[in-house]
């Protein structure tokens, strides 16, 4: 009875930890997905000013 203690101890030790990568790896996931999506509205930016100026040349 003892040893079957600490094995569900164990067990819920380990599913925490397996949660806890499991968030971290969607937290980087989504910052990351949130940088690209930041450079790609910066080099939209950059395109449509230099179509502005490209127009008015």
Known sequence: ?????KFSKY???????????VIGILIALS???????????NSETQYIFSLIEDAKT
């Open 1 to 5: 009875m003892l040893t079957e203690n």
């Open 11 to 21: 067990l819920i030790y380990a599913i925490g930890e397996i949660a806890l990568v």
């Open 31 to 41: 910052l990351n997905n949130w940088n690209q999506k930041k450079s790609e509205r």
